[in-house]
């Protein structure tokens, strides 16, 4: 069974970067045709998808947050991971690590992670 | 790059049924079959309940149907339960920027 588990720091300032890691248990990043995704959902607010990524490294970005957002994989560790920088109390929300069961549907989830943007 | 427009709230008591409208454009609902569907309980990551506009991934209740037409795909519920009541959302294929999510439609089984 496919698990995703998302880990970084929980608090970050205002202007610096926010970093986090999806680390993928149960299957290989790197074994299926997939994009695997970033969303994040606010406190009480809905689903924003932020991008995903191709094992290979290609991205496809959310294009309001395309300026400040990087996305990386490591097929060695089997993760991926999310670099948001200059973030503003707006990016506070729970972040998730996904995958979609095709093309698109993200059947996947990792538990989430709130992330707080604040001095 | 717009959220699809969902209804903010949808109710209905036990054994009826309820359909959430999700309304795009051209660009992403009309233009692909790629919608799909989530259900979310509070505290809780989303649970994919349709994709590919009205396909149920294994185990998921036959209770749940989705459909397009045009612009607006449609998740229809039936036979409501109490365990039904979360927050759905959909979302959509949507070329280059490949996924647009809607607002969300609290549904509450009264």
């Known amino acids: 069974q496919l698990q995703l588990q998302e880990s970084g720091p929980g608090l970050v300032k205002p202007s610096e970067t926010l970093s986090l890691t999806c680390t993928v248990y149960?299957?290989?990043?790197?074994?299926?045709?997939?994009?695997w995704g970033w969303i994040r959902q606010p406190p009480g607010k809905g689903l924003e998808w932020i991008g995903s990524?191709?094992?290979?490294?290609?991205?496809h970005y959310n294009t309001s947050l395309k300026s400040r957002v990087m996305m990386s994989v490591d097929t060695s560790r089997n993760q991926f991971s999310l670099k948001l920088n200059s973030v503003t109390a707006a990016d506070t929300a729970v972040y998730y690590c996904?995958?979609?069961?095709?093309?698109?549907?993200?059947?996947?989830w990792g538990q989430g992670t709130l992330v707080t943007v604040s001095s | 790059q717009s959220a699809l427009t969902q209804p903010a709230s949808v109710s209905g008591s036990p054994g009826q049924s309820i359909t959430i409208s999700c309304t795009g454009t051209?660009?992403?609902?009309?233009?692909?079959?790629?919608v799909s569907w989530y259900q979310q309980h509070p505290g809780k990551a989303p649970k994919l309940m349709i994709y590919?506009?009205?396909t149920r991934p294994s185990g998921v209740s036959n209770r749940f149907s989705g459909s397009k037409s045009g612009n607006t795909a449609s998740l229809t519920i039936s036979g409501l339960q109490a365990e039904d009541e979360a927050d759905y959302y959909c979302?959509?294929?949507?070329?280059?920027?490949?996924?647009?999510f809607g607002g969300g439609t609290r549904l509450t089984v009264v």
């Open positions: 149960g299957g290989s990043i790197s074994s299926s045709a997939y994009y």
């Open positions: 979302s959509s294929y949507g070329g280059s920027t490949l996924e647009v």
């Open positions: 996904a995958r979609p069961i095709t093309t698109s549907g993200y059947q996947y």
């Open positions: 990524i191709y094992y290979s490294g290609t991205t």
């Open positions: 051209s660009s992403d609902v009309g233009g692909y079959n790629y």
């Open positions: 590919d506009v009205s």
